[in-house]
């Protein structure tokens, strides 16, 4: 079973703060995938990496950067955390066989 | 840019009956196209991909068909029970190297 891991499920943070949401996939997947969800704007793609230290941006990438230094681990960093911030992050990678797996998400409070 | 739309946003049906939930996107030239569930609170767990030349997957009582042309998919539940309540997201990739677009989800209850 492929297995995608979130560091936190929980996390409360306060304005300004920097903070680290980490992603770690257990099959090899190429694919790398950091969204966001919020009530009554779906799933947004914040950033995706098709390879270890190749990033792109999605659809929100401001107030946001990604480190993937190896294949199995995917970080996303708020640089200065603000309260529009706060949101259900998710993770999720794919391979070859092209069906995309999520992790079980971090829910963020930006205080 | 292709747009997923999910209609209706919400859905309610008692327990055993047979139900349709639909998804279309604006830019019939998918690579496929992939039905997930979640539930509150939670990740997506993935349903079904269907890859752009096949015209529908099963597992179990899901059904999902794909008609590229029409821009149109569809997943169908069997004798849907209260353990199928959660909201189904349908979402499309338009090359092998392009991320995923999502719809916003249609949120499903069945009532016992």
């Known amino acids: 079973d492929v297995k995608v891991t979130q560091s936190s499920r929980y996390l409360v943070k306060r304005t300004g703060e920097k903070v680290f949401l980490e992603c770690v996939q257990d099959m090899d997947h190429e694919n790398m995938f950091w969204y966001r969800q919020d009530p009554g704007l779906g799933l947004r793609l914040i950033y995706f990496s098709y390879d270890v230290k190749m990033k792109e941006k999605g659809d929100i990438p401001e107030g946001y950067s990604v480190s993937r230094e190896k294949k199995e681990r995917f970080s996303l960093i708020l640089e200065s955390a603000s309260t529009n911030q706060t949101s259900m992050y998710l993770c999720?990678?794919?391979?070859?066989?092209?069906?995309?797996?999520f992790g079980p998400g971090t829910r963020l409070l930006v205080l | 840019k292709q747009e997923v739309t999910q209609i209706p946003a919400a859905l309610s049906v008692p327990e055993g009956e047979n139900l349709v939930l639909n998804c279309s996107f604006t830019?019939?030239?998918?690579?496929?196209l992939q039905w997930f569930r979640q539930d509150p609170g939670k990740g997506l767990t993935s349903l079904l991909l269907?890859?752009?030349?096949?015209r529908e997957q099963t597992s179990g009582r899901l059904n999902a068909s794909l008609d590229k042309s029409s821009g149109r998919s569809t997943l169908y539940i069997a004798a849907s029970q209260p353990g199928d309540s959660a909201t189904y997201l349908c979402a499309v990739r338009n090359s092998g190297n392009t991320p995923l677009v999502f719809g916003k989800g249609t949120r499903l209850s069945v009532i016992a």
């Open positions: 269907i890859q752009s030349s096949q």
């Open positions: 830019d019939s030239a998918i690579y496929n």
């Open positions: 999720a990678s794919m391979g070859y066989q092209e069906t995309q797996y």
